[in-house]
């Protein structure tokens, strides 16, 4: 008899019922059972903190929606929206340390703001105005290691890193401050590639600090999770020794939660491990993308329904969040996207020799004899044109 998927529906499915969950998605703070372990870490939250996770997902949806707009207008090749994806970001990334090394995909545009990277540096990748990097061509400015389009390769970066780590004796020191980690996003389709599998035996061989943050938004492009997976994901790692947790990805509490305590484990010696976040992606895949070709829109309606942002200030208010705070952030946020906008139109493109500028990190005789070749090709246009 075939095995029956657990992702029961076919297309999405569900959560099981060790689902991590502190705010439901009617915006009431009621923690599921699985959650005990994690609630230390949300205890520690305050008032502030809750207003701070709320700014940033308005502020990077805000400034999605623009560069969307952006791509559209023609001033960028390709846009990635995150709409959707903001709980399982923000919650995340606040539950970093400045020393701790982030590997994001190409979706992880609060991940960046949080870290610290001023957000023009991905709209200049995605118009095609960089080699990568960022402020502007640092390939771990803030500990953000480069935007990765190569599905999954950044995986076994990241366990790389982590061994590194490990070896250069920079993490369990005892000193929860200093101590070390890796988290690497990627999505549910990655997890089909060889290089997550490999990565995962490594970080178990060698008990990497680190944690595998995999993004289920459901879709690989158009193929659902149900075919990438007969198992949940979160259980993936399980027979490589890699003990992973389900969150509710558009629970940003549950996000900062459960990231909080995988990190400090991973930080304190006990090895690598998983978090599968719940969420679904709002917007195509990307700008060339049209999801109405795959998906239905009963199934987008009812993930719009489980909205990270909406149930947060739902929280919020029931609490006694004033609605000037409200009406403040959406001001910010439409501020930062007409400031965004400014600067995309400012940007300026490399010359074509940069090319060669990062091949290597020496000079190198083969790079100056391939620049030396460009300019004077470059320069024959010229000389035609005179003639
Ligand atoms: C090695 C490789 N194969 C195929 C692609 C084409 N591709 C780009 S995105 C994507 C789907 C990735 O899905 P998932 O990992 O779930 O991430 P999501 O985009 O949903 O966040 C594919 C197949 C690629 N970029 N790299
Ligand atoms: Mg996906």
Do not use: C
Request: proline share 4%; no cysteine; net charge negative.
């Amino acid at each position: 008899m075939p095995f029956q998927s657990r992702y029961v529906d076919g297309v999405s499915s569900s959560a099981d019922d060790t689902m991590v969950q502190l705010l439901t998605p009617e915006g009431k703070f009621k923690p599921s059972a699985s959650a005990e372990e994690f609630l230390p870490y949300f205890e520690k939250l305050t008032d502030a903190d809750y207003r701070k996770f709320y700014r940033e997902m308005v502020t990077v949806r805000r400034y999605d929606t623009e560069a969307t707009n952006l791509q559209r207008q023609g001033q960028l090749a390709l846009w990635v929206p995150s709409h959707g994806q903001e709980g399982a970001q923000v919650g995340s990334a606040f539950a970093t340390k400045d020393q701790d090394h982030i590997f994001p995909a190409y979706r992880e545009h609060a991940i960046a703001h949080i870290r610290g990277v001023d957000l023009i540096n991905i709209i200049r990748q995605f118009k095609g105005f960089t080699h990568g990097g960022w402020n502007p061509f640092d390939p771990k400015h803030k500990n953000f290691h480069i935007y990765t389009l190569v599905i999954g390769s950044h995986a076994l970066h990241s366990t790389g890193y982590a061994m590194g780590i490990k070896f250069d004796g920079a993490t369990n020191t005892g000193k929860p401050d200093k101590d070390e980690a890796v988290i690497v996003y990627f999505g549910d389709g990655a997890t089909s590639q060889g290089d997550v599998s490999e990565a995962f035996v490594f970080a178990a061989s060698y008990q990497t600090p680190q944690v595998f943050f995999i993004q289920n938004n459901h879709w690989a492009i158009s193929v659902p999770v149900s075919v990438q997976a007969r198992v949940p994901l979160y259980t993936r790692g399980e027979g490589f020794g890699v003990p992973g947790t389900q969150i509710d990805g558009n629970d940003v509490f549950a996000s900062f939660a459960v990231t909080a305590k995988h990190m400090d484990d991973a930080r304190s010696g006990k090895g690598p491990s998983l978090i599968e976040a719940h969420t679904y992606r709002i917007g195509a895949h990307t700008s060339s993308d049209d999801p109405t070709k795959y998906r239905s829109d009963a199934e987008l309606q009812d993930w719009i329904k489980k909205d990270p942002i909406a149930r947060l200030e739902t929280f919020l208010k029931a609490s006694g969040t004033e609605e000037k705070f409200f009406a403040e952030v959406h001001q910010e946020a439409a501020d930062f996207a007409a400031d965004i906008r400014r600067r995309t139109v400012e940007l300026t493109g490399l010359d074509s020799s940069s090319m060669f500028d990062s091949v290597y990190s020496e000079p190198h005789v083969l790079m100056d004899e391939q620049r030396q070749w460009l300019a004077a090709y470059d320069a024959s246009f010229e000389e035609e044109a005179q003639a």
